[in-house]
Every structure is written in structure tokens, then in C-alpha cells.
């Protein structure tokens, strides 16, 4: 619990991420630019492309996420995605299919589902120039598509983790 | 949502320490089959494992893991699954499955390792797992499987993981036991829809089996 991001004095400015605390029972979607803890429920997805999301050991978790890291220690039913690692550790209830550069599971973890890892992108080699270029070259679809995920995570940003329909 | 409670030796070796490590010659063929193609679907039976994990998701496919007797565990006799939450009697158990136990689309698996788990569940609900694997296995496809000794009586479920293209580390897991024997005519019976049997007898007097859908 230690290891779990604190807030600062500050109100209006979180040092290490944001917590949903063991009473909080949440339905709805949370997208971000911080990391989160969730210790309690949560019915939604979550989407924090370059940030960790972790599941506390009392944190209950029904629907997607995709995130650089994800760690659960408590229950999950949905899928993972992460783009660095996934973390299911010891005595974590994971029903779901689990994408990851980097899958682990604990001894003494419960999965169901599929685990497929991903490859780690290799560093951009520059392109061979052409011969002669063509009139109206289109960059390749991997360029296009590596290059539109890094910019809407920088430019999507800013939000805190946007929290909806809080049930009490 | 809920979930099966988990034995508390459930997904590790027995006494918590590391398992002997021993060469598999049927686990060799199903490493060579699959390295042989990538993107492919694998089933493990036997729970989630992280060497397994490593081992055939570098061979490029998606791993599904699942313990069987975990998922069954509701239907099978309490006293075989020892600490497992079974509640019924052989006779009692259904032929049918949960909707949600290997729930594939026919002809989508590659591969599956199956272990000794089918030895493990009732007459009629483990020829309807055969059934069920039959029917989601893909024509040349490998299962794996594995049956203690007609004496095994007590012999408790096996914990596997892949250590290597040759090599499986074995140890117990729970305290379920074996509801009956197989022999290897039983075993050719418990797969006649299959196509092809080749059968290795280990040093423990463990039968292991590839078998060919």
C-alpha cells in the first residue's frame, strides 16, 4: 500500500496519480493522462495510453482498459491491454484476454483468457531515399499510424481522469 | 461475476518449492509442431503459467489459459476435488458444459495441453470435454495429454509448465484424485473420433499422449 500515489497538500494538483478509494462505486468510462489506482468499483473502461493503471487489492474492475502498465491486484472481468506490461499477481481474479509487450502472472492468480504479447516496435530506421520520388506520395500506414498514436497522446492529454455517473 | 475459490496449492507445485524438471518426449513433438507456424491458438487446461506463457508466445501464438478443474469445479464430486468446491456425486454430474468453458469457435484451435485433467472429471462430463475439444480443434491439430498408472489411485493433479522445447517441470497440485483408470485401450476409446494416437510411457509410469485431431 506504501508503494500506492499519494496527493499532495495541494487540492488542485496531484504529485502521482489518482485513487478511487475502497467505498467508491463508479459506472463510466475513464480516459486520462495520469496514473490511477482503483480500490474500489468500477464499471467501465479505462483508457490511459501512457500511464498505469493500477487495481488494488479491494479494487473491482468490470470492463476494458488499455494502458502503458496495468498491475491488478484485486479482480478484473474485461480485457487488458497495455503496451509496455501487464502484472496479475498473486491471489488477483483476472477474467479476460491480456495484450502486453511483457504478460505476468503470479503463482496463486486466477486467469481465464487468452495472453498474446505484442512486439516491441523497433527503433525507426530512416527510409532509403527513392530514386525519384513520386508526385503525391502517401507515407507508409505504419509510419501514419505510429506517428497518429504518439501525437493523441500528447494532445489529448491534459484531462484528469474523467469520472461519470458516481454512485456514492 | 464470480469466481472459483482457488485451493490454496491451486496454480503452484506442492510444498511451494521449485518442481523437478524432467525431458518430455511428447511435449518434443508438440514443440516441433509448434514451431513450425506462428499465430496460432493454443489452450492450456492445466491454468496459467508464466515459463508456459513465455514459451508459446515466443513461438509466436496466442496462449489461452484456463484450469479446467477450476471451471468445473461445481460440477464434480466434492470429495475427488478435495479442496476444490464440487458439491455433486458421479452419477449426478451433467454431460453438459458451462457456456463459458471452452467457449471456441469449431475448428479454431491449434493446440491444446490437456495434461491429466480429463482423468480427473466424471465418465460423462469428460467425454463431453472430449467432445467439446473435438469439435473446436482444428483437422491436424496436437492435444497433449497426460494419465497416471491404473494403480494411481491417490495420484493427486499433475501442475505443468514448459520449461523448454524438451523439457517439462512437473509437480502436484491440489488434492483431487483420479476417478478411474486408463489404459491405453481406454485412451484409444476416449479418443476414436480423433485421428491418429502415439503414446510414451514415462519413468513414473505416466502415460503421455499426442494426440491428432
Same mark, same amino acid.
Given at each position: #500500500?506504501?508503494?500506492?500515489?499519494?496527493?499532495? @497538500?495541494?487540492? !488542485?494538483?496531484?504529485?502521482?496519480?489518482?485513487?478511487? !478509494?475502497?467505498?467508491?462505486?463508479?459506472?463510466?468510462?475513464?480516459?486520462?493522462?495520469?496514473?490511477?489506482?482503483?480500490?474500489?468499483?468500477?464499471?467501465?473502461?479505462?483508457?490511459?495510453?501512457?500511464?498505469?493503471?493500477?487495481?488494488?487489492?479491494?479494487?473491482?474492475?468490470?470492463?476494458?482498459?488499455?494502458?502503458? $502498465?496495468?498491475?491488478?491486484?484485486?479482480?478484473?472481468?474485461?480485457?487488458?491491454?497495455?503496451?509496455?506490461?501487464?502484472?496479475?499477481?498473486?491471489?488477483?481474479?483476472?477474467?479476460?484476454?491480456?495484450?502486453?509487450?511483457?504478460?505476468?502472472?503470479?503463482?496463486?492468480?486466477?486467469?481465464?483468457?487468452?495472453?498474446?504479447?505484442?512486439?516491441? $516496435?523497433?527503433?525507426?530506421?530512416?527510409?532509403?531515399?527513392?530514386?525519384?520520388?513520386?508526385?503525391?506520395?502517401?507515407?507508409?500506414?505504419?509510419?501514419?499510424?505510429?506517428?497518429?498514436?504518439?501525437?493523441?497522446?500528447?494532445?489529448?492529454?491534459?484531462?484528469?481522469?474523467?469520472? $461519470?455517473?458516481?454512485?456514492? | 461475476?464470480?469466481?472459483?475459490?482457488?485451493?490454496?496449492?491451486?496454480?503452484?507445485?506442492?510444498? @511451494?518449492?521449485?518442481?523437478?524438471?524432467?525431458?518430455?518426449?511428447?511435449? $518434443?513433438? #508438440?514443440?516441433?509442431?509448434?514451431?513450425?507456424?506462428? @499465430?496460432?491458438?493454443?489452450?492450456?487446461?492445466?491454468?496459467?503459467?508464466?515459463?508456459?506463457?513465455?514459451?508459446?508466445?515466443?513461438?509466436?501464438?496466442?496462449?489461452?489459459?484456463?484450469?479446467?478443474?477450476?471451471?468445473?469445479?461445481?460440477?464434480?464430486?466434492?470429495?475427488?476435488?478435495?479442496?476444490?468446491?464440487?458439491?455433486?456425486?458421479?452419477?449426478?454430474?451433467?454431460?453438459?458444459?458451462?457456456?463459458?468453458?471452452?467457449?471456441?469457435?469449431?475448428?479454431?484451435?491449434?493446440? #491444446?495441453?490437456?495434461?491429466?485433467?480429463?482423468?480427473?472429471?466424471?465418465?460423462?462430463?469428460?467425454?463431453?470435454?472430449?467432445?467439446?475439444?473435438?469439435?473446436? #480443434?482444428?483437422?491436424?491439430?496436437?492435444?497433449?495429454?497426460?494419465?497416471?498408472?491404473?494403480?494411481?489411485?491417490?495420484?493427486?493433479?499433475?501442475?505443468?509448465?514448459?520449461?523448454?522445447?524438451?523439457?517439462?517441470?512437473?509437480?502436484?497440485?491440489?488434492?483431487?484424485?483420479?476417478?478411474?483408470?486408463?489404459?491405453?485401450?481406454?485412451?484409444?476409446?476416449?479418443?476414436?473420433?480423433?485421428?491418429?494416437?502415439?503414446?510414451?510411457?514415462?519413468?513414473?509410469?505416466?502415460?503421455?499422449?499426442?494426440?491428432?485431431?
Amino acid at each position: #500500500m506504501s508503494t500506492y500515489p499519494t496527493r499532495t @497538500g495541494d487540492l !488542485g494538483s496531484v504529485r502521482a496519480g489518482a485513487l478511487i !478509494g475502497k467505498s467508491l462505486e463508479i459506472t463510466g468510462e475513464i480516459r486520462g493522462a495520469e496514473d490511477l489506482v482503483i480500490d474500489g468499483k468500477l464499471k467501465g473502461d479505462v483508457e490511459l495510453p501512457e500511464h498505469r493503471l493500477t487495481i488494488g487489492p479491494s479494487g473491482v474492475l468490470h470492463g476494458k482498459v488499455r494502458a502503458r $502498465e496495468i498491475v491488478v491486484y484485486g479482480t478484473v472481468q474485461g480485457n487488458l491491454e497495455a503496451s509496455e506490461r501487464v502484472e496479475i499477481k498473486k491471489h488477483a481474479k483476472v477474467v479476460g484476454d491480456l495484450r502486453a509487450q511483457r504478460p505476468v502472472i503470479e503463482d496463486e492468480a486466477y486467469f481465464k483468457g487468452n495472453v498474446e504479447t505484442i512486439r516491441a $516496435e523497433a527503433p525507426k530506421q530512416p527510409a532509403p531515399a527513392p530514386a525519384q520520388a513520386a508526385p503525391g506520395a502517401q507515407p507508409s500506414v505504419a509510419a501514419a499510424a505510429a506517428g497518429g498514436t504518439s501525437a493523441s497522446g500528447q494532445s489529448s492529454g491534459a484531462a484528469a481522469p474523467r469520472q $461519470e455517473n458516481r454512485k456514492g | 461475476m464470480s469466481f472459483p475459490p482457488l485451493p490454496r496449492s491451486a496454480g503452484s507445485p506442492a510444498g @511451494g518449492g521449485p518442481s523437478p524438471t524432467r525431458r518430455s518426449h511428447a511435449f $518434443e513433438q #508438440m514443440s516441433e509442431y509448434l514451431g513450425g507456424f506462428s @499465430g496460432g491458438q493454443v489452450v492450456d487446461l492445466g491454468g496459467a503459467h508464466q515459463s508456459t506463457i513465455d514459451f508459446v508466445t515466443g513461438c509466436g501464438h496466442r496462449l489461452y489459459a484456463e484450469n479446467l478443474l477450476l471451471t468445473l469445479g461445481s460440477l464434480i464430486d466434492n470429495s475427488v476435488l478435495g479442496g476444490l468446491p464440487g458439491n455433486r456425486t458421479d452419477d449426478e454430474s451433467p454431460a453438459a458444459l458451462p457456456a463459458d468453458c471452452l467457449a471456441f469457435p469449431p475448428s479454431s484451435v491449434d493446440a #491444446m495441453l490437456c495434461w491429466d485433467r480429463l482423468q480427473f472429471l466424471p465418465e460423462k462430463l469428460a467425454s463431453t470435454v472430449v467432445d467439446r475439444i473435438h469439435r473446436i #480443434m482444428a483437422p491436424g491439430g496436437l492435444l497433449l495429454a497426460m494419465f497416471h498408472p491404473e494403480q494411481a489411485s491417490a495420484a493427486a493433479p499433475l501442475c505443468c509448465r514448459v520449461a523448454d522445447a524438451r523439457h517439462l517441470q512437473i509437480g502436484t497440485a491440489g488434492a483431487a484424485r483420479p476417478l478411474r483408470p486408463f489404459n491405453t485401450r481406454s485412451i484409444e476409446r476416449f479418443f476414436h473420433k480423433f485421428e491418429s494416437l502415439k503414446f510414451y510411457l514415462t519413468r513414473e509410469n505416466l502415460q503421455e499422449v499426442i494426440v491428432r485431431r
